[in-house]
């Protein structure tokens, strides 16, 4: 079936460097990626999307980067704060409608 | 303005005893969804509403769960007979449906059921 992996369960950075957390997805029909951050008892909150006809989106210390060709995406956030501390989940659309695939989660551990 | 809200944020239920868990999604919202949150996992997909149309129910894990989307707005998740494996957070999001050009989900802030 259908399924989002991440290639690390957890990710220690020291504070001002930079972070990198790795997504794999099986559906070569998904054409939209999101990911989210969850805090500890919150709900996931949105960060940054991409849709398959771009490889490269940027915002605000964050950039998504798309491989279509290796099915791999990546999350990318610049000088990383102790706020950015949680648990990074990529997701990648089903197909067809609304539908969202979520991966296990990758925890973030910002140390100063 | 007012996101997702989910009740009770906890509940605590004896094994066998039928839960009801509730989700009120942003106004204007058409699409609905439900996903469970195992200790130190992913999310899961339960069930997906989208306006009228017949919800996907094909997440659930067992027919002792069900879920009701009255009016087009608020959802009810209904787990019956509990049993330990239920034990999770369980997630409610919605999002503005079918027909727009996003997927995006917001999330409410979930219900941690507890099995004794």
């Known amino acids: 079936g259908e399924s989002v992996g991440l290639h690390l369960p957890t990710l220690s950075v020291q504070e001002g460097d930079n972070s990198i957390i790795n997504c794999a997805y099986s559906?070569?029909?998904?054409?939209?990626f999101i990911w989210y951050k969850q805090e500890s008892g919150k709900g996931p909150q949105f960060i940054i999307d991409?849709?398959?006809?771009?490889d490269k989106r940027q915002g605000q210390r964050v950039t998504v980067l798309l491989n279509k060709t290796v099915k791999h995406l990546s999350l990318q956030i610049a000088a990383t704060q102790p706020g950015d501390s949680a648990v990074y989940f990529c997701?990648?659309?089903?197909?067809?409608?609304?539908?969202?695939?979520f991966g296990a989660g990758t925890r973030l551990a910002v140390h100063p | 303005g007012a996101g997702v809200s989910q009740s009770p944020s906890n509940k605590v239920t004896e094994k066998g005893k039928d839960v009801e868990l509730r989700c009120d999604p942003i106004?204007?919202?058409?699409?609905l969804y439900w996903y469970r949150q195992s200790l130190g996992q992913g999310l899961e997909f339960l069930i997906y509403?989208?306006?009228?149309?017949?919800?996907?129910k094909s997440g659930l894990p067992s027919d002792r769960f069900s879920a009701e989307r009255t009016g087009g707005s608020v959802s009810t998740l209904t787990i019956q007979r509990t049993q330990q494996e239920d034990a999770a957070v369980y997630l409610c999001?919605?999002?503005?449906?079918?027909?727009?050009?996003?997927?995006?989900?917001?999330f409410g802030p979930g219900t941690r059921l507890t099995v004794t």
């Open positions: 999001a919605s999002s503005l449906g079918a027909g727009t050009v996003t997927y995006e989900q917001y």
């Open positions: 559906n070569s029909a998904s054409d939209y």
């Open positions: 991409i849709r398959s006809n771009m």
């Open positions: 997701a990648a659309s089903a197909g067809g409608y609304n539908k969202l695939i």
């Open positions: 106004s204007g919202h058409t699409a």
């Open positions: 509403f989208q306006g009228n149309s017949a919800p996907d």
